[in-house]
């Protein structure tokens, strides 16, 4: 069974961002492939990570990005800024 959590909007705060303040994302897809040695798998695989996108700008804020794969997209976010 799945805990339900007592939390108000107003215990919230906004993320804007970092580009151009926006308030609005949309999830979009980083695909990472996997070698088939890796995996065992007779080919490379490919791994889907969600993460959010400004709905206004594309950028992708840094926070928004699983924590051991920012240094590889530092370059594709700062370029957005």
Do not use: W
Not at 3 to 17: A, G, K, S
Not at 45 to 52: A, E, G, K, W
């Amino acid at each position: 069974m799945q805990q339900q959590m007592n939390l108000r909007l107003e215990d919230t705060t906004p993320i804007e961002c970092d580009k151009c303040k926006g308030q609005l994302f949309k999830e979009v897809t980083l695909i990472r492939k996997a070698s088939r040695f890796v995996t065992n798998m007779p080919q490379d695989s490919m791994v889907p990570i969600p993460v959010f996108a400004c709905h206004k700008c594309n950028h992708v804020n840094d926070e928004f990005l699983p924590p051991m794969l920012r240094s590889d997209y530092v370059e594709i976010v700062e370029e957005t800024k």
